[in-house]
C-alpha cells in the first residue's frame, strides 16, 4: 500500500501509539484478527498500532472501556456480534452499540465449527446426536461465552435435537478450545481461527462446518447443509470500531486502509487458512448490520430465555 489519496493533514495522524482493544482473551478470533491487522498499519503509517487484550464479563469489560475511550482516533475495538448481543443477555451493559461507537467496517466473517476431542466414538454429525442421545446428561460442549455466535449455534444444534447436553461457556474462544483439546467439555463449537490449527494437528475432531458450504480452510469437512441440517448455521463477524464522536476523517481513513489491509494476497490468505472471509464492507453497511444482527439475536436470545450468569 502506499499514501497515496491520503488527505493533506493525514501525515500528523497517528502521531503516537494507537490501542486495539481486544474484549477478550489472547488467542481467541477476535485477537488474531486484530494482531494481524496491527502490524500491517503499523508498516503502513510508521507508528505502532498496538492490541490490548481486555477480557471480562463476556466482553463487556474491554467494549466498556472503549466507549469511554477519547474519540480521537488513538483507539479501535475489534468486535464480534456480542457487541449488539450483549444488551439482550445482561440486565446491564456498560455501553451502548449504537450511541457509544463509529462503525469503521465489518472486517471479516467466520463460521462456527462443530468438534469433538479425539476420544469420543463419533466421526458425523449423525452418529455424535445418536451418542448423546443414548448418554443423556454424560455430555458436554464448550462455547466462547454466553451469547456468542458458536454458543447460540450450540443451543440451536441441542434443542434442533432434544439433546440433554450441558452448556459450559468460557472467557473467550482460546480456554473453549483448550477445554476440548484437554477433553474435559469434550464438544466444541467454535469460530474457525482458533480451532482449525488443533483440528489440522489431531488435537481434535471436526464433524462440521455450521455453514451451507464447506469451508477453504477445512476443505475435507462437511458443511451442516451436506450432513442434511442445513438450518442449524451460525456466522461469526468481526468489525472495528471507534468511540463516537471520532473525527469523521480519521474513520474513513482508518476504513480505506483496514478494507485495503485484508484485501491484499498475503493477508487474504493467511486469513483464509485461519477460516476466515474476508468481507470489507462500508462504514454504512456496518452499521446497518449492526441493527439488523441486534433484532436478529435479540429474538433468538428471548425465545430461548438465554440469560448471561
Request: glycine content about 10%.
Amino acid at each position: 500500500m502506499t499514501p497515496t489519496g491520503r488527505v493533506a493533514w493525514a501525515s500528523s495522524y497517528p502521531a503516537r501509539p494507537v490501542r486495539i482493544i481486544v474484549p477478550y482473551g489472547a488467542g481467541g478470533p477476535t485477537d488474531i484478527l486484530a494482531r494481524l491487522t496491527a502490524q500491517k498499519l503499523s508498516e503502513e503509517f510508521g507508528k505502532q498500532f498496538y492490541v490490548e487484550d481486555v477480557p471480562g464479563a463476556g466482553g463487556n469489560v474491554g467494549m466498556g472501556q472503549a466507549a469511554r475511550a477519547a474519540p480521537d482516533g488513538y483507539s479501535l475495538v475489534v468486535v464480534p456480534p456480542n457487541v449488539v448481543v450483549n444488551p439482550a443477555l445482561y440486565a446491564r451493559v456498560p455501553y451502548d452499540p449504537y450511541k457509544d461507537f463509529d462503525p469503521v467496517t465489518i472486517a471479516v466473517t467466520s463460521p462456527t465449527v462443530l468438534a469433538v476431542h479425539p476420544s469420543i466414538a463419533a466421526t458425523s454429525v449423525q452418529e455424535l446426536v445418536s451418542l448423546i442421545k443414548a448418554q443423556p446428561g454424560k455430555y458436554s460442549f464448550a462455547s466462547p461465552g454466553v451469547g456468542t455466535p458458536p454458543h447460540l449455534v450450540g443451543e440451536q444444534f441441542r434443542l434442533s435435537f432434544g439433546l440433554d447436553l450441558v452448556h459450559v461457556p468460557f472467557n473467550g474462544a482460546g480456554p473453549a478450545v483448550g477445554s476440548a483439546i484437554g477433553g474435559h467439555t469434550p464438544v466444541l463449537f467454535s469460530s474457525l481461527p482458533p480451532a482449525v490449527p488443533q483440528i489440522k494437528d489431531g488435537k481434535l475432531r471436526a464433524l462440521a462446518v455450521m455453514s451451507s458450504r464447506r469451508s477453504t480452510a477445512l476443505p475435507d469437512v462437511p458443511s451442516m447443509a451436506e450432513a442434511g441440517y442445513p438450518n442449524i448455521t451460525g456466522e461469526g463477524w468481526f468489525a472495528f470500531l471507534v468511540p463516537a464522536g471520532t473525527p469523521k476523517d480519521i474513520t474513513a481513513l482508518l476504513q480505506r486502509e483496514i478494507v485495503k489491509i485484508i484485501a491484499l494476497p498475503d493477508v487474504k490468505q493467511r486469513l483464509e487458512s485461519l477460516g476466515f472471509v474476508a468481507i470489507g464492507n462500508t462504514s454504512e453497511e456496518c452499521a446497518e448490520q449492526f441493527k439488523s444482527e441486534g433484532a436478529k439475536w435479540t429474538r433468538v436470545i428471548k425465545q430461548a430465555g438465554i440469560k448471561a450468569e
